[in-house]
């Protein structure tokens, strides 16, 4: 069983940053963020695969966040540059001891959400 730790939400404005963080209490393939505004389903955000360090975004954030990460400490980075207040939602860390097709949620493995709210 993997736990995962994230830290990072709060409010910013509307071209702001924040780095979120998620520390994992074992060894994983693959992570990923996901978010979820108010009303609205699950959405893929940024995935990580540790065997080839491979990143992948979706269109929405791509060119404004970068995900990154410590596979030697399990923990993988969300930098959020230029933050729009679309972006408001609670983001979810997520993991998987193996290879999830994007973008998919099937990740074993999430934690709890942290809420990122940008105001305009």
């Known amino acids: 069983q993997v736990q995962l730790v994230e830290s990072g939400g709060g409010l910013v404005r509307a071209g702001g940053s924040l780095r979120l963080s998620c520390a994992a209490s074992?060894?994983?393939?693959?992570m990923g963020w996901f978010r979820q505004a108010p009303g609205k389903e699950r959405e893929f955000v940024a995935a990580i695969r540790w065997n080839t360090g491979s990143t992948y975004y979706s269109d929405s954030v791509k060119g404004r966040f970068t995900i990154s990460g410590d596979n030697a400490k399990n923990t993988v980075y969300l930098q959020m540059n230029s933050l729009k207040p679309e972006d408001t939602a609670v983001y979810y860390c997520?993991?998987?001891?193996?290879?999830?097709?994007?973008?998919?949620?099937?990740?074993?493995?999430w934690g709890q959400g942290t809420q990122v709210t940008v105001s305009s």
């Open positions: 997520a993991a998987d001891p193996s290879l999830i097709v994007l973008p998919s949620s099937k990740y074993t493995y």
């Open positions: 074992g060894r994983t393939f693959q």
